[in-house]
């Protein structure tokens, strides 16, 4: 079938290029395959090739051109095997029909089968028209329990698809965008693939806030001479004393992704010649097992004789490396011309890990570095045995852990524990067993009586005490950060709420029942917004626990009744004059300034508060709970988890022609040197230059600097756009930005 590809289906050119992408796959995987499985390989590609003949994507390529770059991102990029290969390459073929999961059995035996059986349930759960809810995720992780494979080859596929977003509709590009930076990133994260989380989070930015990321990518285009330069002098002379001590080395000069530096710009609030951290000097040794740790400080020695180190920023992740198998030394030190520069030391092996993630330690199993990810999906399955009550809580609850950083403390055995940055002493517990976390009273910490909120620092020594008469609150999920321990808190008082809830439904039908009075589900609706209660369960809990009395119940219900009545008399009268009125002439009304998904009409909707959208700003609706719709810019601070959590309340939106007419209030925050006449010169900009409106100015002075937030109108984002650069222009204006709120 490779050699006779059908030319009445394929050009020559395609042709071409297919047999190109196939023999790359097979030369990127020469060195893990055996010439028995090079064999398989060429039948899975046939089937493949069958399958997706007369499929295209949306970049008009042929559709084989997708299997065959997942599977060459599993070997080349996370390190996968023939197994893999083969099932990247069949992963889609039992969706089509083509195959049943009994018939890749038969061909490639088992594992394959359970593979490509795990990919095809999660391309139906995480299909884009369905909702990635809590119970979807659940799925992927039961899946990363049983067979990581399936999780590994689902990356690959999302970075795959990523890479080709640019031929999809602008709709699919930022929701699969979003989707991408709020779930998959933080897993490759968790997963050690750093390489594949940082491209992910890239090409999420670039979709998702397009300007900012492009505006960062041209500024590292045109820096990059300076930057080898700079990298040149820095390494030279260490260079030469590793080589003279005898050192099998290799430096290179990695420059940090696009999100990573827009993450630093954010959070020091500083411009992007002002991150002193832009790139990182990799330093990696070849030496022996036995030998790592000593030559990688070794090798820090001959860094920090040359510049002095910054002992703040020193991470040992060599000593106790990261539960996700990471590991590396760390340091900042001041290179030429006052400069910051992050060192990285590590061996090759580590090196290897810290590219290919978890695949990577499979090759030196048994050499004591996948204890963490063991621990950790040992913590998934665990978890995973206890529903939780709401739709997204586990969502979030392993977002949480999956990006955080890491603290190191020790049981009074000596045992060491890793928990997330921000942990307590509840987690502590929690983690040691579930009835001591339950009964979890307080702890020693280094010898100190501490509460059961304590937040654990690196280095502490435990020892947890408990008591009968101590039972889970619900203040403790305030105190707890891991997923466990949420868990399991969450599970204890679901268990007591349920006693009073089926109380609280008990009483409330014998009452009702004894009064003569129904209580519909149309009206129950209505009662349960009134008391601002999403859930039948909330609802009978308040009234099993005494916060809501039945009598009260009772006199919403007659009122709701009787407000029915009187609407269905009003509706009555409203025909009737709305028929005699009907060849009355028509006042049409004013156009709306956005268009709403296009097939809806007269859609209320609101400016959403948090971003504050202005003409010209990419938007999209987002449907409330109260059945309105808010309006928020693409590049909105919540717009990520909305997109992922809830894309079937997102609706297109698009500004119409006489949206030029209205007017919009937006923010600016302001900082400099504060001098005499500032003031004047912000308002004469803004009020005389561009003849705008200011609402308000306000501006705090310290030490010779300000600091001013400033309110205008304007008409749409290119006037924004103009007054921030005028504003900037003023010589005393370090910096213009706008506010989100």
């Excluded at 916060?547 to 219900?557: G, Q």
């Amino acid at each position: 079938m490779i050699d006779n590809i059908d030319s009445k289906i394929f050009p020559d050119s395609v042709k071409k290029d297919i047999l190109n992408r196939y023999r790359g796959l097979l030369r990127v995987c020469r060195r893990c395959v055996a010439k028995e499985d090079t064999v398989k390989i060429k039948k899975a590609f046939n089937i493949a090739l069958t399958t997706h003949m007369h499929k295209k994507r949306d970049s008009g390529e042929p559709y084989i051109s997708h299997p065959l770059s997942v599977a060459r991102i599993a070997v080349e990029e996370i390190g996968l095997g023939a197994t893999s290969i083969i099932s990247a390459l069949l992963h889609e073929t039992v969706r089509e029909g083509v195959n049943s999961l009994q018939d890749i059995e038969n061909e490639f035996g088992k594992p394959v089968r359970a593979i490509v059986e795990g990919l095809t349930k999660l391309s139906g759960i995480m299909d884009m028209k369905t909702s990635l809810q809590a119970e979807n995720f659940r799925k992927l992780l039961l899946t990363l329990s049983t067979d990581i494979r399936v999780i590994l080859l689902k990356l690959a596929d999302r970075l795959e698809n990523m890479r080709n977003l640019e031929h999809s509709s602008a709709e699919k590009q930022f929701k699969t965008a979003s989707e991408t930076f709020y779930l998959y990133a933080p897993l490759a994260h968790r997963l050690g693939l750093y390489n594949i989380k940082s491209e992910m989070e890239d090409l999420s930015m670039k979709y998702t806030n397009p300007d900012v990321y492009l505006d960062i990518d041209n500024k590292l285009r045109n820096t990059t001479s300076a930057r080898n330069r700079f990298i040149r002098e820095f390494t030279e002379p260490i260079k030469k004393e590793l080589a003279r001590q005898g050192f099998n080395f290799e430096i290179k000069g990695r420059t940090k992704s696009v999100f990573s530096i827009w993450n630093k710009m954010r959070k020091q609030e500083a411009e992007f010649s002002e991150v002193y951290d832009i790139f990182a000097i990799r330093i990696i040794i070849d030496t022996e097992l036995k030998n790592e740790k000593a030559d990688c400080w070794r090798v820090y020695s001959v860094v920090t004789d040359f510049y002095q180190p910054n002992t703040n920023r020193m991470r040992d992740w060599i000593s106790v490396p990261k539960s996700n198998g990471y590991e590396s030394l760390h340091t900042t030190v001041v290179g030429p011309g006052g400069r910051f520069v992050e060192v990285q030391i590590r061996t090759r092996r580590m090196d290897e890990i810290a590219e290919k993630g978890l695949a990577a330690h499979w090759k030196y199993k048994g050499e004591g570095v996948d204890k963490g990810l063991g621990e950790w999906l040992s913590h998934i399955r665990e978890v995973l045995e206890n529903p939780e009550p709401s739709a997204l809580e586990l969502v979030d609850s392993f977002k949480l852990n999956l990006y955080s950083e890491e603290v190191f403390v020790f049981t009074p055995k000596g045992d060491l524990k890793r928990f997330p940055a921000g942990a307590t002493v509840l987690d502590f517990a929690f983690e040691i067993h579930t009835d001591v976390g339950s009964t979890c009273a307080g702890a020693k910490v280094n010898g100190k009586n501490v509460p059961i909120k304590q937040v654990l620092q690196n280095g502490d020594q435990i020892s947890v005490y408990t008591s009968k008469n101590q039972k889970p609150k619900i203040d403790w999920l305030n105190w707890v950060v891991t997923a466990k321990a949420r868990t399991k808190i969450k599970q204890s008082l679901k268990e007591e709420r349920q006693v009073e809830a089926d109380a609280g439904k008990e009483l409330l039908e014998r009452r009702l029942k004894n009064w003569k009075i129904g209580f519909s589900d149309r009206i129950k609706t209505k009662v349960m917004k009134y008391y601002k209660v999403r859930t039948s369960f909330d609802f009978y809990y308040l009234v099993g626990s005494g916060r809501i009395d039945p009598s009260d119940i009772k006199e919403l219900i007659i009122r709701f009744e009787l407000r029915e009545r009187e609407l269905e008399a009003e509706t009555l009268q409203e025909t009737a004059t709305a028929d005699a009125a009907d060849s009355a002439e028509h006042v049409e009304k004013p156009s709306d300034i956005l268009i709403i998904d296009e097939s809806l009409n007269n859609i209320d909707y609101k400016f959403a508060p948090c971003c504050n959208p202005v003409f010209g700003d990419p938007v999209f609706g987002f449907v409330s709970v109260n059945g309105g719709i808010k309006i928020h810019r693409i590049s909105c601070p919540n717009a990520p988890s909305m997109l992922s959590r809830y894309d079937y309340r997102v609706v297109k939106a698009r500004w119409t022609s006489s949206s030029e007419s209205s007017t919009f209030q937006v923010m600016i925050k302001l900082t400099g040197i504060d001098e005499v006449g500032i003031v004047n010169k912000i308002s004469d900009i803004v009020s005389k230059d561009l003849k705008m409106t200011l609402r308000s100015i306000s501006i705090d002075s310290n030490n010779g600097m300000f600091e001013g937030v400033i309110r205008v109108i304007v008409r749409n984002k290119s006037q924004l756009d103009l007054l921030l650069h005028k504003l900037s222009r003023v010589k005393a204006v370090m910096k213009a930005t706008r506010l989100d709120r």
